[in-house]
């Protein structure tokens, strides 16, 4: 990093700190929030700005000091050298992904809603199966938390949706490349003969939006109420607890049922509404900037699978990143982390490639 963009930052850490005690002594806590996450990248920026620095001092030192030796002393000279020529690197290359653009999302919570796509009754299976692999990861993960939003139950035990939101650091960041048709293929409970068949769940991945994001107007909304149904569409309620809410302008529709107070229901299906109109909106902002977002769900079809899980050869292959691991009970078991450090990574790469060509260089 040049000398003028670090000292712009400290500037900019400065100015931050500043407006920090003012709204630290106005009170206003999400003004408060937003500045402390914007003064903790810039103060991480800053610190690895000047630990590269060091490095590449302690690198030309080294390389002085190997050019002046010889004998035995040119040997450690050399192990010296290649030390702080692989830290400077190291800290050079990690500068550089603090610089990337950040996602406007990395802060959020993430609304995920599963669905059987192809297969019939055994997309619904594999939809819960996908729901309880997911359900296992966050549980792993230091300081996430699971809250289930709603469900139906399919006739065999599954779901043919269910919708939960996942809280925590860096949810958004681990998650987001989830979304898409996740195809399975094994022996189904409902085939009798033992053939293997292909089916597909649907996942989404979706930013959870708090109210101050997205402005909806009252008028917008038809708001039904129902009884609750299980499978087969058979009562479970004796009240119309059950709530459906379309939104009018873009027809997206929602529907809660898991909750016996309709209030309840209906405050969770807003939140999954408010969650697909901030990503509307976002796809919406990209496309006026021409930047490419992938359509997540798609139509669900297996030939658009992002993800393929073999349960006879106990593999699973993430098609985008052309991976391939023999773990699939492992995987299922919540254990995802290869997969996802794997998409990270090559986002990473990506950004980067694109920031090299955009500079000239």
Known sequence: MDSL?????EAERAELERKLGEGAASGDR??????????????????????AQQAQADAAAAKDLFDASDGDDAV???????????????????LKVLLLPQDPNDERDVIVEIQGAEGGEEANIWARDLFEMYRAYASAQSG??????????SDMGGFTNVAFAVRGPDVWRSLKHEGGPHRVQRVPVTESQGRVHTSSATVSVLPEAEEVDIEIDPNDLVIDT??????GGQ?????????????????VVVSMQDEKSQLQNRAKAMRVLRARLLQIQQEAHAAEVAAHKRDQVRGGGRSEKIRTYNFKENRVTDHRVGLTIYKLDRVLAGELDEIIDALASAERAEQLAAAVADSGG
Request: negative net charge.
């Open 76 to 94: 450690d000279a050399a192990e010296m050298l290649e030390a702080a020529t692989a830290r400077a690197a190291e800290l050079d290359e990690r």
């Open 235 to 251: 009562s479970v309620n004796t009240t119309d607890s059950a709530v459906r809410i379309t939104h009018q302008p873009t027809g």
């Open 30 to 51: 999400s003004q408060f929030a937003e500045l402390g996450r914007r003064l903790a990248r810039i103060g991480e920026i800053i610190d690895v700005a000047h630990e």
């Open 144 to 153: 996430w938390s699971l809250e289930l939003l709603g469900s139906q139950d």
């Open 5 to 9: 963009r670090l000292d712009a930052l």
């Open 226 to 231: 129902f009884r609750s149904s299980g499978p």
